[in-house]
Structures are given as C-alpha cells and as structure tokens.
C-alpha cells in the first residue's frame, strides 16, 4: 500500500496567528466559495476571476482528453519524430520545462527542448541542433498573440520550409492555444498538423495540468493517466466538505499570514531530484501575490547558509522525496531555529501532480488572506508598452536609445538611477535604501539581478556566485532571472509589490543576430531578435524606473563571462 505524502509546519511564533486565520477561514467558508466561483472573496469586481478558475476542474477535465494526446504522440513516433522544440513563454513554458528536466526522456518517445530566449544566439543554437525533418515544433501561447512565441513560430515555420518544403512544413507544427486566439487563426492558415484549444478559464500560470502541460509532457514518456491520477487526489483532498484543513490550505493561510508579518521571503530548499519545480512555483506566486502594493517573493535556488546568516524576513519551504535523505539534519536545525519552516516529502515523482494543485489553490487561499486578485497582471503591460514604443522608434530611425552611462570602462558600462564613480561605489549606492537607515532587512528589501544574456551553464555558475555576494554580505534575499523570461512571472512582482526590490540588469553585446520574418513563409523583416531583446531590457528598466524602483543596467560589453568574472573581483576586494 502506497504511504501517504508528509506535511509539516513548523509556524514558530507565529501559530496563534496563523490559527485565528485558519478560524476566518471555515468562519467565511472560503473553500466551498472557491469551488462556487465567488469573484467576492478576492475583489468586487468578477473581472479576471470568474473566467480564470477553469483549473480547479483541470484535472477531471483533462483525464478525458488524454486518448487525444496519446494518439497524437503515438502518429509522431510512429512517423519517426525523435525531438520536440517547445516555443513558449511564462506559463507555456515553466510547466512543460519542469516535466523535461525532472522526469527525463523515456526510451522511444521524444527529446524536448524549450525555447523562450529572445536572444539570438539561444535562437541560433536551436535552428542548428535540431533537424527539422525530425522535429515538432510546439507553437504554445495562450492569447495567441504574445510576441516572442509568435516571433519564435515565424522564424522556425521558415527554417522548416527551407528544408521540407512548403506542402510538409505544417505537419511540423502544433499549437496550442485558447479557442478564437490569433495563433489558432494561423495554424488554420499555415496547416499545421494538430491545434489543442485549451479551457480559456485558466491563467497561463495555472496551466500545468492542462495541453500546455501535458502535451509537452506526453512527448517525453510521462505517464499521464498516474500523473492525473495523482492530481484527482488532492483535488479530492480538498473538496469543501473534507478540505477545511488540507495541506493546501495550511499553507495558502500560513504563507500569507507569515508574509503580512514581515515574513515575505518564501525560500525553497528542494531536493535534487525536485528542485527544478522551483521555477514553475516561483512564477505561479510571484506573478499572483505581488500587486496592489503586496507581495511574497519566492527564493528559489539560492545558496544554503548557516542559519545565523538569513535575516527576519523568511519563512523556509523544504521539499523531497521519501527515499532523500541529504536535508534530514537541515531540516531539523531550521525547525529549532525560529524560523517558520514548512516540510514536503513525496513519494514519487508523480506526486508532482498533487503539488502543481496543491500551489495554485494556496496560491487562491493567499490572495484571499492578502486581500488581493490573485489571476490578474496589472502591472505585466508596463514593460510590453514600453517596449512597443522603443521598436517602433527603431523602425522609424534605425536607432535605440540607451541614454548616458553613470560609469565606464574598456570593460563593461554602467547606467541606472543612482550615484557614483565606480562600480563599488555605484553598487553600494543602490543597497544603501532610503534616506534614514542603510538597514536593507528594515526596509524588507530584495535583490533581483536579472540576466538579458544567452542562456549558458558557466554563466549561471557565475550568476550564482554573484548572487551569493550579496547574499551573504548583506543577507538579502536574491534573485536570479533570465531575461524575457522573468517579464512573463516575476516581472509582475517587481513593479507591483510594495517597491521592495533593488534591481541589477546585465546585458551584452550579441555578435550574431537574426532577422524575424513579418509573416510565416515571407522573408520580409523589419526587427531582428537582437532589437527585439535590446527593447525588452531598455523597456524594462523604464518600467521599473517609473515604478520608483531603484536600479542599474551593467553592460558586459563583448565578454560577457569574462567580464562578470571581472565584475565579481571588483565588488570582492
């Protein structure tokens, strides 16, 4: 007989706060209203809400559509398909990267690699990996009209045609998508092979269980029938007749009631074999708690200190398998510690399904708590504007504007919005916050350095390391991002919470670009990857500026390795 999972919460001292909210919430009946759609608990308006709660039916509704996407993977291998290229961001893309590196590739069915860089060199390193004649691309965006997944299609519909031909290239591509969206328009044009419409009630972040998920993770071998099956459980679990006291629940109110306390770093230490779920949890939270001037920020990845060196501002989230072993003794001291700490052990991979549902309805039960709508971005289309107006700019004078460097060298540059004359000094003016106390913590602050560069594993060693600086010499929570991709998660956060953030963007020179075709099948361009990136990040940071944020923008110039290695030295003497 299968064991049940493990739950523990260690709430410090803060349990009589968390009980009297557990008490508001059965007082209120807050679950059987989320199962009845009550828009009330979390606005007064049913604007995004009452049509993004299509999830909480998710897993019922997909367990009768998996015939479907079995014979779909089934007709792929049996054509001789080995790979898949999942072209997506955000939503469309954490779960379905998440399912690639945690369950691996089974024997006889597809690789899968997920493309969500505009960075031209990332995008050149899929055209020439992967061969076309042996490929799906997978088309995944939920309006349809999101402007890197549509980038990204016309680019590789092109490639295809070049090396298949016009009448086979269809065949190569699926979308998915919501119901009357503008890609699905284009997949009826172009012919692709298959278009999946998903439930358009469900958020982009909340779609793990659904095509967006579950398609990409068919390709690869996963089990779909144990993986619902899995899902269904905690669906049960927390139906409103037995849920009043479901782990889901324990942990929406504690995360919330914690954060309302100064405890607003959610911080996850995840096994090896869980830790890529991180990412996907990472933007379900941060995109749905940071707005209106509130927030939880998630920490995930970050480096493990002794206990002496974290500040006030956390609560601790630690996740494994029960045959996982390596954070037994950690666990113990962080529980004795008084920090609250939280304690997820699972049985088998599988049991991933419960917590992609366990998440998102604490998710729901957090927002309820925080007084805040938990499906909406608000702030998500600052940036995107900004970056429209800077394309069009560009395509009207050829130019983009990057403004004067506050620092500069042979090396790297320096812009932002705050004062010094080196790169120690112009550092240590964004950490110092406010104007009355250079306290980081008092202020609840975090870093967030942001990485619009090309994806590459020495960099993130390197990303890594410079996090840990600041980690460690301020006990700061950090932060790392790759670039779009955060905009489509935790982007939403930056801008929205209560200006916490303190921000460090990191650009490069990129020596190869490549041009995006106005339309599929059409060579005409007017903007290439590397404008669309260069937009993204100039944008951004006007985004954040405008927001009251503090920030800087470090060029790396030509060597961007080289150059961070140089940057590291610097801040370490």
């Known amino acids: 007989m299968k064991k049940e999972n493990i739950f523990h919460l260690y709430l410090a001292d803060y349990e009589h706060r968390i009980n009297q909210s557990l008490e508001k919430f059965k007082s209120e009946k807050v679950l059987s209203r989320i199962w009845s759609h009550d828009y009330t608990l979390w606005s007064d308006s049913p604007d995004e809400i009452t049509n993004r709660l299509g999830w909480l039916k998710s897993p019922e509704t997909m367990e009768t559509k998996l015939s479907e996407i079995d014979q779909f993977v089934k007709e792929l291998i049996t054509e001789g398909l080995t790979t898949a290229v999942l072209l997506g961001m955000g939503g469309s893309s954490l779960a379905p990267e998440v399912y690639r590196k945690t369950f691996g590739v089974k024997p006889g069915y597809l690789d899968l690699t997920v493309l969500d860089s505009t960075d031209p060199g990332a995008v050149l390193q899929i055209a020439e990996k992967y061969d076309p004649e042996k490929t799906i691309y997978v088309v995944s965006t939920k309006s349809g009209g999101t402007v890197e997944t549509l980038s990204f299609m016309k680019y590789f519909y092109n490639l295809g045609v070049k090396y298949l031909g016009k009448k086979r290239v269809g065949k190569h591509f699926v979308a998915i998508t919501d119901p009357g969206s503008g890609l699905g328009k284009m997949a009826n044009e172009l012919r692709f092979r298959k278009i999946f419409l998903n439930d358009p009630n469900i958020g982009g972040r909340y779609s793990a269980l659904t095509f967006f998920g579950l398609v990409p993770a068919a390709l690869l071998g996963i089990d779909l029938q144990r993986l619902i099956k899995s899902a269904l459980k905690e669906v049960t679990s927390n139906s409103p007749e037995i849920g009043k006291n479901s782990w889901a629940t324990l942990l929406g109110v504690s995360m919330a009631v914690l954060a309302e306390n100064h405890r607003d770093k959610l911080t996850f230490i995840l096994s090896n074999k869980l830790k890529y779920l991180g990412v996907w949890i990472e933007q379900l ?289």
């Open 285 to 573: 939270i941060a995109e749905s708690t940071g707005k209106a001037g509130k927030g939880i920020l998630p920490v995930v990845e970050e480096e493990i200190l002794d206990l002496n060196e974290y500040s006030q501002d956390r609560q601790f989230i630690f996740m494994q398998l029960d045959d996982e072993k390596e954070y037994q003794g950690l666990i113990k001291n962080f529980s004795l510690s008084g920090h609250p700490v939280c304690v997820i052990v699972l049985n088998d991979l599988y049991d991933i399904g419960k917590e992609f549902f366990r998440w998102e309805l604490a998710t729901a039960i957090a927002g309820w708590y925080l007084k805040i709508n938990p499906f909406d971005q608000p702030n998500v289309e600052a940036a995107k504007i900004l970056a429209r107006d800077r394309v069009k700019a560009y395509q009207e004078s050829g130019l983009l504007e990057e403004g004067e460097p506050l620092y500069q060298s042979k090396k790297l540059k320096i812009y932002g919005n705050v004062a010094g004359k080196s790169i120690r000094e112009i550092v240590k003016s964004l950490l110092k916050e406010g104007n009355t106390t250079p306290d980081l913590i008092q202020n609840r602050s975090y870093l967030s350095i942001q990485a619009y560069l090309k994806p590459d594993l020495l960099l993130e060693e390197y990303l890594q390391q410079l996090r840990a600086h600041f980690q460690k010499k301020y006990k700061i929570a950090t932060t790392v991002g790759y670039g779009p991709r955060f905009l489509h998660s935790t982007g939403q956060l930056h801008k929205g919470d209560a200006g916490n953030g303190l921000f460090i963007q990191l650009s490069a020179h990129m020596p190869d670009d490549v041009e995006i075709p106005e339309d599929a099948g059409d060579v005409k361009s007017s903007i290439s990857f590397g404008i669309l990136k260069k937009t993204q990040y100039l944008g951004d940071f006007e985004a954040l500026k405008a927001a009251g944020r503090k920030l800087i923008r470090i060029d790396l110039g030509k060597k961007p390795i080289e150059n961070i290695k140089y940057l590291l030295g610097e801040l370490s003497e």
